[in-house]
C-alpha cells in the first residue's frame, strides 16, 4: 500500500490516541502495561501481537508501533485500521482514520501534482507495478524457498522478486490476507513486462503459504513466458518456474523460458533467431499435449525441437529424489552433443 506524505502526520494522531483505536479496530484484544496484545493484525484473539499504547512520537518505541511476533510482521496504526477494514486502498485507509479522529477532508493542493491512475486489478499495468514494488530475491524468504527445492542456481534470476507482504483473496467474498510471496515477471520477446506471477510462500521460507491457491498469475501470458538470460539460436522451454530452475542447476547457460502452464507452453512465442529448442516435458497428460503442440508449430518455423524428459513427474522432482549429479548425466544423454560443452557445467 502506498502512502502520500501526509501518511505521516495522520499516523501520529492516530498513536495519541492508541488505546482507542485498539479497543476499536482490535477489539479482541486487551490492554496489559503499555501494550495492548491481540492474536493478530486481523483482530484474532490471542497473544503474538503487541501494540505500543505509549512513547515517542518517532524512532525505536514509538507509540501506535505493532510487531507481530509469529510471523515478524511490524506497522502502525494505519495498517492496522486497512486490514481489519478489509480496505486495500489507501485513500479508503485514510478516510477510515478521519472518521474515527473527527477530522476533516484534507483541503485540495492548489497546484496539486497528477495522482497515477489507480490499474485494473489483473492488467499488464497492475503486474508492472507489482514488480516494481517488490524487491531481489537475495537474502530473502525466496532465496530460502528455492533452496529448500534443491535450487542452488540462482544467477540472472532478475525475473524473480520477493514481496514481503503480497495481497491474497481466496475468492470474492472473503477478506484480503497478506503472504510474502515470489514475484515472477513474464515478459515478451522485446523484455516488455506483460504479466506477472506469485507463488505465496510460508513466512518460515520452507515451503508454500498453507492456502488453498498458493500460485496464480496476472497480466496477459499467452505467447509469453518467464525468461532467464536472454534466448538466441538454443533454449529450453517448459512449464514451471521451479522446473527450469532446477535445469538451470546443470545447464547453468542456456537460456530458459518457463510459460507457466501446458497451455502457454503450447503457445509460446519462438524468440526471433531461435534455431533449437529444447522442449522440457512434464511426466502428465497436459504435458504430453503441450510438447506434441510444441514440436509441431517448432517444425513449421524450422526449428529443431528436442524433447527434454524427467524421471519422475517433472525435473525439480528429479533434482530433489535423486541430487544434481544424477540429474547432471540424465539431462547430458539427451542433449545434442554440441550443445553438451556449450551449455552443461560438467
Same mark, same amino acid.
Not at 511476533?69 to 480496505?87: F, K, N, V, W
Not at 503486474?127 to 531481489?136: D, E, N, V, W
Not at 550443445?339 to 552443461?344: K, L, P
Given at each position: 500500500?502506498?502512502?502520500?506524505? /501526509?501518511?505521516?502526520?495522520?499516523?501520529?494522531?492516530?498513536?495519541?490516541?492508541?488505546?482507542?483505536?485498539?479497543?476499536?479496530?482490535?477489539?479482541?484484544?486487551?490492554?496489559?502495561?503499555?501494550?495492548?496484545?491481540?492474536?493478530?493484525?486481523?483482530?484474532?484473539?490471542? $497473544?503474538?501481537?503487541?501494540?505500543?499504547?505509549?512513547?515517542?512520537?518517532?524512532?525505536?518505541?514509538?507509540?501506535?508501533?505493532?510487531?507481530?511476533?509469529?510471523?515478524?510482521?511490524?506497522?502502525?496504526?494505519?495498517?492496522?485500521?486497512?486490514?481489519?477494514? +478489509?480496505? +486495500?486502498?489507501?485513500?479508503? *485507509?485514510?478516510?477510515?482514520? $478521519?472518521?474515527?479522529?473527527?477530522?476533516?477532508?484534507?483541503?485540495?493542493?492548489?497546484?496539486?501534482?497528477?495522482?497515477?491512475?489507480?490499474?485494473?486489478?489483473?492488467?499488464?499495468?497492475?503486474?508492472? $507495478?507489482?514488480?516494481?514494488?517488490?524487491?531481489?530475491?537475495?537474502?530473502?524468504?525466496?532465496?530460502?524457498?528455492?533452496?529448500?527445492?534443491?535450487?542452488?542456481?540462482?544467477?540472472?534470476?532478475?525475473?524473480?522478486?520477493?514481496?514481503?507482504?503480497?495481497? /491474497?483473496?481466496?475468492?470474492?467474498?472473503?477478506?484480503?490476507?497478506?503472504?510474502?510471496?515470489?514475484?515472477? %515477471?513474464?515478459?515478451?520477446?522485446?523484455? $516488455?513486462?506483460?504479466?506477472?506471477?506469485?507463488?505465496?510462500?510460508?513466512?518460515?521460507?520452507?515451503?508454500?503459504?498453507?492456502?488453498?491457491?498458493?500460485?496464480?498469475?496476472?497480466?496477459?501470458?499467452?505467447?509469453?513466458? *518467464?525468461?532467464?538470460?536472454?534466448?538466441?539460436?538454443?533454449?529450453?522451454?517448459?512449464?514451471?518456474?521451479?522446473?527450469?530452475?532446477?535445469?538451470?542447476?546443470?545447464?547453468?547457460?542456456?537460456?530458459?523460458?518457463?510459460?507457466?502452464?501446458?497451455?502457454?507452453? %503450447?503457445?509460446?512465442?519462438?524468440?526471433?533467431?531461435?534455431?533449437?529448442?529444447? *522442449?522440457?516435458? +512434464?511426466?502428465?497428460?497436459?504435458?504430453?499435449?503441450?510438447?506434441?503442440?510444441?514440436?509441431?508449430?517448432?517444425?513449421?518455423?524450422?526449428?529443431?525441437?528436442?524433447?527434454?524428459?524427467?524421471?519422475?513427474?517433472?525435473?525439480?522432482?528429479?533434482?530433489?529424489?535423486?541430487?544434481v549429479d544424477a540429474l547432471r548425466a540424465a539431462v547430458r544423454v539427451q542433449l545434442v552433443p554440441g550443445d553438451v560443452a556449450r551449455f552443461m557445467r560438467l
Amino acid at each position: 500500500m502506498t502512502m502520500p506524505g /501526509y501518511a505521516g502526520e495522520l499516523a501520529r494522531c492516530l498513536a495519541r490516541e492508541a488505546e482507542a483505536v485498539c479497543r476499536r479496530y482490535l477489539s479482541n484484544g486487551r490492554r496489559e502495561g503499555r501494550y495492548w496484545l491481540v492474536g493478530d493484525v486481523k483482530n484474532t484473539p490471542g $497473544r503474538s501481537m503487541f501494540v505500543r499504547l505509549s512513547g515517542p512520537e518517532s524512532g525505536k518505541g514509538a507509540a501506535g508501533k505493532w510487531t507481530d511476533a509469529a510471523t515478524g510482521e511490524h506497522g502502525d496504526l494505519l495498517d492496522i485500521i486497512g486490514r481489519t477494514c +478489509d480496505l +486495500d486502498d489507501f485513500h479508503d *485507509v485514510e478516510a477510515e482514520a $478521519r472518521r474515527f479522529l473527527s477530522l476533516p477532508r484534507p483541503q485540495a493542493n492548489p497546484d496539486p501534482k497528477p495522482r497515477p491512475a489507480s490499474a485494473p486489478a489483473g492488467s499488464p499495468e497492475s503486474a508492472r $507495478r507489482l514488480f516494481a514494488m517488490s524487491q531481489p530475491i537475495a537474502g530473502t524468504i525466496v532465496e530460502a524457498y528455492l533452496r529448500t527445492r534443491g535450487i542452488t542456481a540462482l544467477h540472472e534470476t532478475g525475473a524473480l522478486r520477493f514481496h514481503p507482504r503480497c495481497y /491474497y483473496r481466496p475468492d470474492r467474498y472473503a477478506p484480503t490476507e497478506t503472504w510474502p510471496a515470489m514475484i515472477a %515477471a513474464v515478459t515478451d520477446r522485446d523484455g $516488455r513486462i506483460t504479466g506477472a506471477h506469485r507463488t505465496w510462500l510460508d513466512p518460515s521460507g520452507h515451503d508454500k503459504a498453507p492456502i488453498d491457491s498458493p500460485r496464480r498469475a496476472m497480466g496477459h501470458l499467452l505467447g509469453n513466458a *518467464v525468461r532467464f538470460t536472454v534466448a538466441r539460436d538454443v533454449a529450453a522451454a517448459g512449464e514451471g518456474i521451479e522446473t527450469m530452475l532446477s535445469l538451470r542447476c546443470v545447464m547453468p547457460n542456456m537460456p530458459m523460458m518457463a510459460a507457466l502452464s501446458a497451455a502457454h507452453l %503450447a503457445a509460446i512465442l519462438f524468440p526471433t533467431m531461435l534455431r533449437r529448442l529444447y *522442449v522440457v516435458h +512434464d511426466n502428465d497428460p497436459a504435458g504430453d499435449g503441450a510438447v506434441a503442440s510444441l514440436f509441431d508449430r517448432a517444425r513449421a518455423a524450422r526449428i529443431d525441437a528436442v524433447a527434454l524428459s524427467p524421471h519422475g513427474d517433472d525435473f525439480n522432482d528429479d533434482l530433489r529424489r535423486f541430487g544434481v549429479d544424477a540429474l547432471r548425466a540424465a539431462v547430458r544423454v539427451q542433449l545434442v552433443p554440441g550443445d553438451v560443452a556449450r551449455f552443461m557445467r560438467l
